[in-house]
């Protein structure tokens, strides 16, 4: 039997995102959860990075802007009013952590394009707006399970996945 162990409340632990990189951030997670739990543990960052705003928010994607995620959203739809290269991506971090040993970050992208408006109510962050290649809906729209084979984290997480198969 596999068994997922989460508890937040035995290890009441938040870590600042000081890191530059989703790498970094991702890492300062993972390791500071392992150390603090004595178990391993896994952690991600990610974010947005937008061409036609030379890449950002990225990894700022969270903070870019104090609010909730529609306050988010309506700030990126007003940096993108009237602009035409909309190509972006979803990009993540994800770092497994041994308790006093190794640390191993893997990343994934998602390549797409951002919405002239929000749609869906499947999804959080700027899933309304992302609409990944190959699809004509927005992540917010793609059922769970799509989702979770396509996203950044998914093919960040199935890296990770494949490196530890391998060892």
């Excluded at 390791?31 to 952690?43: D, E, F, T, V």
């Excluded at 990610?46 to 036609?52: H, M, N, P, T, Y």
């Excluded at 998602?110 to 999804?123: D, I, K, Q, W």
């Amino acid at each position: 039997m596999k068994e997922l162990v989460f508890a937040p409340d035995a290890f009441p632990l938040e870590v600042e995102e000081t890191g530059t990189t989703y790498a970094m951030n991702a890492i300062l997670k993972a390791q500071a959860w392992a150390n603090a739990s004595r178990l391993p543990s896994l952690a991600d960052d990610s974010g947005i990075e937008v061409e036609a705003l030379q890449w950002r928010p990225g990894v700022r994607s969270a903070r870019a802007v104090e609010g909730s995620d529609d306050v988010r959203n309506r700030w990126l739809l007003d940096q993108m009013r009237g602009r035409s290269d909309r190509l972006a991506y979803f990009v993540a971090a994800v770092a497994l952590a041994v308790p006093d040993g190794w640390t191993l970050v893997c990343e994934g992208a998602c390549r797409g394009r951002l919405g002239e408006c929000g749609a869906g109510e499947n999804g959080f962050g700027y899933d309304p707006l992302f609409i990944p290649d190959g699809y004509g809906v927005t992540m917010a729209e793609l059922s769970s399970a799509l989702k979770n084979r396509i996203s950044h984290r998914a093919r960040a997480v199935s890296v990770l996945l494949e490196i530890l198969a391998e060892k």
